[in-house]
């Protein structure tokens, strides 16, 4: 099992409550930190309150150096270290993080901390202190051997990844050769609507394809049309790695404040992750 730094008795609000029990050791994390985003400079997105509580849950954003069209770098804005902040892996950041953050809050009794924690899997096993583990640009990454071969570990010890914000022919083929880093003999399958994960805590039978906040009016990104919700599976059927190609659920969550930005694929995209965290914390 994954290294876990919370005890949780989870009991949803939503009809079923499910407690679940986890022993978990008492290692020491790296303390919270916050970068410069793509997005959002540092700063600008106010901290919650309880930005430096201990809790039970942290949503762990990964860390990961720029890939082939890693445009901030290109257009000049940032060709430096990516641990430093201001590549993709900041897209969102970190506002979609605490929108979510409230709705897990609002939805569940996970005890969580309102802020995200980054985590880079570079950092020796500081990475093993959490079950879930999140990234967006998933198609545009320039994830290293030595990443690959610390995500293999973590997820065989029962850690989980949420893959995000991949579009078109493209994308999904840098993420699939990405992933051959980490499992070169797991194949990428489709989720079946019956698995497991999509009925955690919501029914989401009837799932859609979920635009960026940029692609509204078109309705999808490069030649991405039409949402596929994929995993790699570990030899019990376990989802490891969930997929969600042609969809920015990050997106979903960043704008959920925006009435610009249609309810509908922000409500879809935050019981869609809530799923899936109650999903890592049991499976």
């Given at each position: 099992m994954v290294r876990r730094?919370?005890?949780g008795r989870i009991v949803l609000l939503t009809g079923c409550a499910a407690a679940l029990l986890t022993t978990l050791h008492a290692f020491q994390t790296r303390p919270f930190h916050e970068y410069p985003g793509v997005e959002y400079s540092l700063g600008e997105i106010p901290l919650p309150a309880d930005w430096n509580q201990p809790a039970e849950f942290s949503f762990v954003r990964l860390m990961f150096p720029g890939g082939w069209n890693d445009g901030y770098c290109s257009t000049g804005r940032f060709c430096g270290d990516f641990r430093l902040g201001?590549?993709?892996w900041t897209q969102d950041y970190p506002r979609a993080d605490r929108h979510f953050l409230s709705a897990v809050r609002r939805l569940t009794r996970i005890d969580t901390r309102s802020v995200e924690q980054v985590v880079n899997l570079e950092d020796g096993d500081e990475a093993y202190n959490y079950p879930w583990v999140y990234a967006v640009q998933v198609g545009e990454w320039g994830l290293t051997p030595a990443e690959g071969k610390v995500m293999r570990d973590y997820l065989l010890r029962g850690g989980f990844f949420m893959a995000d914000d991949l579009h078109g022919t493209t994308e999904r083929q840098v993420f699939a050769d990405s992933m051959k880093l980490?499992?070169?003999d797991r194949p990428i399958v489709e989720l079946d609507s019956s698995d497991a994960i999509f009925h955690t805590?919501?029914?989401?039978?009837?799932?859609?394809q979920?635009?960026?906040q940029a692609h509204l009016r078109l309705g999808y990104k490069a030649d991405g049309i039409g949402g596929h919700w994929?995993?790699?599976?570990d030899d019990k059927g376990r989802v490891m790695i969930a997929i969600t190609t042609n969809s920015d659920v990050g997106d979903s969550w960043e704008y959920a404040d925006d009435p610009y930005y249609p309810e509908r694929f922000s409500a879809?995209?935050?019981r869609l992750g809530v799923n899936y965290i109650l999903y890592a914390m049991t499976h």
């Open positions: 730094k919370w005890i201001l590549s993709l980490v499992f070169p805590a919501f029914d989401l039978d009837d799932r859609y979920i635009p960026g994929q995993a790699i599976l879809l995209g935050i």
